[in-house]
């Protein structure tokens, strides 16, 4: 009597919530994040950049310290988000103007990685620049510690608040990268729009734009929806607020979407 044939095996494909293609696009992750970082660090601009934004913040705070003998740090974070929109612009110009210039930009086309990858792995490496310029100012919280007794848990909220603040303005400054190949042009622009989302948030703009039409009170609500000043103050006077939370992430989530759309149109 014959045994019944056993079928032949077939080729499983990984489904998309699979772990070995969970652990591939990891790896495709770290592969770009590991590229991007060390491309950052062999040219002398980040060098300058961070090395220029902490003498420049550094020396805002001192001056105010010496002038109010206060242990507090919220001298450094006032000057901190405009000094961020600046950095930012000038880590993310980089990221993918370079690349749409030199035509290296091809070199992604013909990886296996998706777009996705390549952006979140850009963006992670720039992020990280940002996080190394607020790791040169942790000094200052020694030198208030070593005076005396600050608020240490009001500092460490205003440097998740600053890393927000950085994560959300480098996410526009990456997006502007892939959509043109200067440089500079990048900078400026995403410059520009940061600049702007922070200024809407001061308060005589706000008094300005409620002046003009009192009954819908534009200023308030551009602050309140739009600018993360607002939300940055409650980080620097020690809480940590859900909507301004959801406010920097929820931006920088939308830009890095559009980022990696961008990315998808130029790579077909």
Not at 18 to 33: E, I, Q
Not at 99 to 127: C, I
Not at 199 to 211: K, S
Request: charged share 15%.
């Amino acid at each position: 009597m014959n045994a019944a044939p056993v079928p032949s095996a077939q080729p499983v494909t990984p489904r998309g919530d699979s772990p070995a293609l969970r652990a591939r696009g990891l790896a495709g992750f770290r592969a770009v994040f590991a590229r991007e970082l060390a491309a950052t660090f062999d040219s002398p601009i980040a060098y300058v950049a961070i090395g220029a934004t902490l003498v420049a913040t550094t020396s805002w705070f001192l001056n105010e310290f010496f002038l109010t003998g206060k242990l507090d740090m919220a001298p450094f974070f006032r000057i901190l988000p405009w000094a961020m929109a600046a950095l930012a612009p000038a880590v993310g110009m980089r990221l993918w103007s370079e690349d749409l210039r030199t035509r290296t930009f091809e070199l992604w086309r013909t990886l296996p990685l998706s777009s996705a990858q390549v952006v979140l792995g850009k963006y992670a490496a720039a992020l990280c620049v940002l996080a190394l310029f607020l790791a040169g100012s942790l000094p200052l919280v020694a030198l208030l510690e070593w005076l005396g007794e600050p608020d240490l848990g009001a500092i460490a909220a205003g440097y998740l608040g600053a890393l927000l603040l950085g994560a959300e303005l480098l996410a526009i400054a990456a997006f502007v990268s892939s959509r043109t190949p200067d440089q500079i042009t990048a900078f400026l622009l995403a410059a520009f729009a940061a600049f702007l989302l922070l200024g809407l948030g001061e308060p005589q703009v706000v008094a300005i734009l409620d002046g003009l039409a009192p009954e819908l009170a534009p200023g308030t609500f551009l602050a309140r929806w739009i600018s993360p000043l607002p939300h940055l103050a409650q980080f620097v006077r020690g809480f940590v607020p859900l909507a301004g939370v959801v406010q920097m992430l929820g931006v920088a989530a939308a830009f890095l979407f559009l980022n990696a759309r961008s990315v998808a149109e130029e790579r077909e």
